[in-house]
């Protein structure tokens, strides 16, 4: 159905020296076959895995690689192509290219029809799992990402070195499918049943105290309203938040306790196909709560006996089906990335967002956020810069669109 969206669009396609340019001729063919008008621009090195005569017949278009013909000196205007340029596609991208992509070293015509490029980019890297693991290749990747790039991920599996790891070149047929749905506007989350808890949790001491945080929940509502944005049908199970609004396809559910949020979100989670647990939910609470304001006169209370709540995180994990995927979020002030790994792995989460807390404005309270993402499949963390929760909300959900469209 999306498909159609790309109906007179002009699609730049980029390749680079890697196997994976065999399977460049396939996406060039559906691109060609659902309308797009495409422009293929190689790296040098690109010639010596797919000729250049395979994908000018294909896109009916001859294929640029230098800056101008040798024979008749033609210039080849990079600025011209990147603004034809409805959306860029590098696929596959090999660590080199997208290096210089991160640095702006514009010694071909791909990089240089890149800098120049208005339109949206879409990088799928293809690398050997080692060159894709290493954090050079992530630190590049996390830098287009911060420029603006949508990161098509390598799937896990066999590599052209016969090696098994991650750094194979995303099918033609799901970049394509990005591509289209990105003009039709569409995600794969619409019709998706998306649970999400959010804001602080209340536990009781007596009827006018109680045991709570700072949290202010506007990270966890930015979330459920991006995402009802997108077409998903949204349970939001939310602590005692004040003053927060939410779009029309967003159902609130109010609790106050941690075991409240627990019983509601246990009942949302039989039909989630993701849950994203955004709620800062107190780890203990009061053994015992009174049913009459304590007096300091009479009670004389000194010591409150706490117990421990629930991990909601975790026993969702527990429950969790092959088809479901479950987000949580971590905020650390040590070992930051082991710890939130760790959590990752004990409340079999597949991505957990972990907030910076040693960035000005990132955290409790405020309006802007700093995250890195880390993921379960093996893939490289994702960093983003200090942004307003509601583009937080959607790199979160991006990145969730890419673990729901990836094959388990
Ligand atoms: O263990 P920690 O509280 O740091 O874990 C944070 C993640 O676990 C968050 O996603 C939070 O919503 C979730 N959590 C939970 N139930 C708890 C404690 C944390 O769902 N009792």
Redesign the pocket.
């Known amino acids: 159905m999306s498909a159609q969206a790309l109906q007179g669009k002009h699609i730049v396609v980029g390749v680079c020296g890697g196997i994976a340019a065999y399977k460049t001729a396939t996406l060039v063919r559906l691109l060609i076959k659902a309308g797009a008008e495409v422009q293929v621009i190689m790296t040098p090195a690109a010639r010596e895995f797919i000729t250049p005569l395979t994908l000018s017949t294909l896109s009916g278009n001859p294929v640029i690689t230098e800056f101008f013909t040798a024979n008749t000196g033609e210039w080849h205007s990079h600025v011209q192509l990147g603004l034809w340029a409805d959306a860029m596609v590098i696929a596959p991208a090999t660590a080199s290219t997208i290096a210089k992509m991160a640095t702006g070293v514009a010694d071909n015509m791909l990089v240089t029809s890149y800098l120049s490029c208005r339109a949206q980019v879409f990088v799928a890297p293809a690398m050997d799992l080692d060159m894709m693991a290493h954090p050079t290749t992530a630190r590049n990747l996390n830098t287009l990402r911060s420029d603006g790039c949508i990161i098509i991920e390598p799937a896990a599996g066999e590599l052209a070195s016969h090696l098994v790891g991650r750094g194979r070149m995303e099918e033609p047929e799901r970049i394509f499918e990005r591509l289209a749905q990105y003009f039709a506007g569409s995600s794969s989350l619409a019709g998706k049943h998306l649970l999400i ?1 959010a804001g602080p949790t209340y536990e009781r001491i007596d009827p006018v105290r109680f045991i709570g945080n700072f949290s202010t929940g506007k990270m966890g509502y930015a979330i459920a309203n991006e995402a009802a944005r997108r077409g998903a049908r949204v349970t939001l199970v939310s602590g005692p938040v004040g003053e927060l609004s939410t779009v029309d396809d967003v159902t609130v559910v109010p609790v106050e306790s ?1 075991e409240q949020m627990l019983a509601a979100a246990e009942k949302a989670f039989a039909t989630a196909d993701v849950t994203v ?3 800062a ?1 107190a ?1 203990y609470r009061p053994a015992r709560q009174f049913d009459r304001k304590i007096k300091r006169e009479h009670d004389g209370i000194e010591q409150i006996e706490l117990v421990k ?5 975790a026993t969702l994990g527990a429950q969790k089906a092959d088809n479901q995927r479950l987000v ?4 650390e002030t040590d070992h930051p990335m082991e710890h939130a790994a760790e ?1 990752l792995a004990r ?1 079999h989460l597949d991505m957990i967002v972990l907030n910076s807390l040693s960035d000005p404005g990132a955290g409790f309270g405020f309006d802007t956020n700093k995250v890195t993402l880390i993921f379960a499949d093996g893939r490289q963390p994702a960093s983003f810069p200090l942004k307003t929760k509601a583009e937080v909300a959607a790199d979160i959900l991006n990145n969730i669109e890419s673990l729901i469209e990836l094959p388990q």
């Open positions: 808890t941690a647990l955004a709620a939910v780890d709540n629930p991990d909601i995180a949580g979020f971590a905020l959590k409340k």
